[in-house]
């Protein structure tokens, strides 16, 4: 079982930039899909960036290239989004989400292919 938990979100003006992190435990002897979801209400949750705990590609949306960075640490036990210029249509949900199946998606990347999350922090930009 993995447990996932996210921290990081909060309120700030557009341009501004955050930092949210993620806490895995559980199989972290294994390597893991690692991702990041975000979620308005009343539409569905949307791939942020992925990424495989033991490298390689690494997923982001095309409307957050150039912005958004995904990471984790060395003992693959904390996972990172870095967000920089944040728009208000970054406003959202945001779920951190794993899976020990490697990383996959076609165009984007789907929440269904995730079987642990996280239960979400806010993040919030405003104009």
């Known amino acids: 079982q993995v447990h996932l938990v996210e921290s990081g979100g909060d309120s700030v003006q557009a341009g501004g930039s955050l930092r949210l992190s993620c806490t895995v435990s559980g199989n972290n002897n294994r390597d893991k899909c690692m991702a990041w979801f975000r979620q308005v209400p009343g539409q569905e949750r949307e791939g942020v960036a992925g990424?495989?705990?033991?490298?390689?590609?690494?997923y982001y949306a095309d409307s957050v290239k150039g912005r958004f960075t995904i990471s984790h640490d060395n003992a693959k036990t904390t996972v990172y989004l870095q967000m920089n210029s944040l728009k208000p249509e970054d406003t959202a949900m945001y779920y951190c989400?794993?899976?020990?199946?490697?990383?996959?998606?076609?165009?984007?990347?789907?929440?269904?292919?995730?079987?642990?999350w996280g239960q979400g922090t806010q993040v919030t930009v405003s104009s």
């Open positions: 989400a794993a899976d020990e199946d490697p990383c996959w998606w076609v165009g984007t990347m789907k929440a269904e292919t995730f079987k642990y």
């Open positions: 990424t495989w705990s033991g490298g390689g590609s690494i």
